[in-house]
C-alpha cells in the first residue's frame, strides 16, 4: 500500500501527488490517499485511464481514496 | 458512476479557454479608452465612461466568471454542461458581440446598435441563465452552488433592466423611472451578481487551495441570502421612492466588511504559509474591496462626488484581482488535467505551465496598474499612467494564456500517450 497524505497541502499539490503516484503503479499494488476533500476530478483521470478507485468519508474533512491499476485487486474488501 | 456522481462531467477545455482568452483583449480595449481619453473617462454618464464600464464589467468581469462558472457547475454541480461546447462557443460568440455592439454605441451614440447590443447581450445572458440555473437547482446542495443560483438571478435581472435601459438609448427618449432602474440595474450587477459570486466562489475556493479554517456555517447559509434580500427591498424602495433607502447600502456593506474580516482572517492563519501569488492577489484584492466601501461611505456621507467614480474603480479592480488569481490557478490546473485525463505521460506540471515570474510579473503590473489608477480617480493625469501599466498587464496575461495553451497543444501533438496495460501483471 502506497501511503498519500496530502490533508496539509494545497491545491493542486496533492492532485499532482496522487497523479505521478498513480502513473508508476504496478501490479497489485493501491495507493491509499488521505484528503480532507472528496478529489473528484482526479477520480475522471483515474477512469480514463484504466483505474479504479474506492472514496470513503470517514469525518466531514477527512476521505480516504484507495487507487490501483489492477484488474484484479478488491477495492472493496480493503479494511478501512 | 459512483456515490451518484457522473466523473465524466468536465466541459472540454475550449469551453471554459475561450471566455479567459478573451478577457485579456477586452482589457486592452479597456486600457486604450482610458489611456486616450483620461479626462472624460470618470465623468458620470459620459458617453467614454459608460463605454468603459460596460467593457469592463462584461468584457472583462463578466467574460471570466462566464469561464469559471462553465467549470465550476460541472464539477461542484455534479451533473455537465449539455453540449457544453456548442453553448460555450454561441454564449461566448454573443457575449462578444453584444459588449463590442454597447461599447460601440455608447461612443458613437448610435441607437441602432443599442438594439444590437440589446439582442445579443440579451440572448447570451439569458440563455446562461436557462441553461445553468435548472442544473443548479437540480443538483447537489453546496453553499458555493446556491450563491452561484442568486448571483445568475441577478444577472438576469441586470439584464433584463439593461434592455429597457437600451431601448430608452435607442429610442433617445427616457422614461420616469430611467433613474430608479439604473440604480437597480447596476446595484444588482455590482453586488447580485459580481460581489455575490466571488464571496461564494470564495467559500470553495479558499479554504481549497490554501488550507484555511472553513467559513462559519452561518456565513454560507445566510450571508448571500441576506445580501439578495437586500437587494429586493432597495430595488423595491428605489422604484417606490420610499425614504431610508440607504438602510440596504449599509447592511449590505456590514456584511461585506465581514467578508473581508473573516477572509482576512481565514488567508492570515492558514496552516501552510507557501509563497503563491493566487494569494497575493487575493489580499490585495480584498484590501481593494475595502477602499472602494471606505469611498462609497465617504461620498454617502459627505457627498463630495470625486469619492463616487473611486468606490466604482476600487470594485472593479477587486473583482479584477480575484480573477486575475483564479485564472493564474484555473488555467494551468485545466491544462494539466486535460493532458492527463487524455493519457499524456508527459503533462508538464501545473508550475511549469505559467512560470512563478510570470505570475509574479502579472502581480506587480496589476499592483501598479491598480494605485496608478485609483490616485489617478483623484488626480486625472495618473490615469494613463495607470492604462499604460494595464495594458502591459493585459498583454502579459494573454501572452500567459496563450503559451498555457500552446503547450497543451504542443503535448497533443507530440507527447506520449499513458499505456494502461503496460505495468499490469
Known sequence: ??????????????????????????????????????????????LKNGGRFRSIQLEENLWHIYITRSKTVDLEAIDV | MYNGLSFEQAPPISAVMRFFLTVPIFGIMLTLLVGFHPDEILIASHPLSLASIHVMFLGVITMAMFGALFQMQSVLGGCSIPNAAGNAFLIHLFLSIGTLSLGSAFLFVSPPLFVVAAVFLGSSILYTAKLILPLLFRGSSHDTLRGMKIALICLAIVVLLGIVMASEYANE????????????????GLIGWIAVLIIAVAFQVVEMFYVTAPYSSWCKRYGLLIIAVSLGLKAFWTLLSLPFVW?????????????????????????RRVSDVSIWFWFFGIGLLFVSLSAYTIYSL?????????????FALFALSIILGMIGKIVPFLIWFHLNAAGYMDTPIMSNIITHTRAKLLF????????????????HPFLSIGAIMGSAMFALLLYNIFTALALYAHTVRFGVRFDCDTEIR
Open chain 1, 1 to 46: 500500500m502506497i501511503l498519500l497524505d496530502t490533508r496539509e497541502l494545497d491545491h493542486p499539490i496533492p492532485m499532482e501527488m496522487a497523479v505521478n503516484a498513480f502513473k508508476k503503479l504496478s501490479g497489485d499494488e493501491v495507493i491509499q490517499m488521505i484528503h480532507r476533500r472528496e478529489p473528484i476530478p482526479l477520480f475522471e483521470i483515474i
Open chain 2, 302 to 314: 459627505s457627498g463630495i462626488e470625486l469619492f463616487q467614480p473611486m468606490a466604482l474603480v476600487a
Open chain 2, 247 to 271: 438602510m440596504f447600502d449599509a447592511l449590505i456593506g456590514a456584511l461585506l466588511i465581514g467578508f473581508i474580516a473573516t477572509t482576512m482572517k481565514r488567508l492570515l492563519n492558514r496552516k
Open chain 2, 173 to 188: 427618449t427616457f422614461g420616469s423611472l430611467h433613474e430608479a432602474i439604473r440604480t437597480i440595474h447596476y446595484s444588482f
Open chain 2, 364 to 379: 506587480v503590473l496589476f499592483v501598479s496598474t491598480a494605485l496608478f489608477t485609483l490616485v489617478g480617480s483623484l488626480y
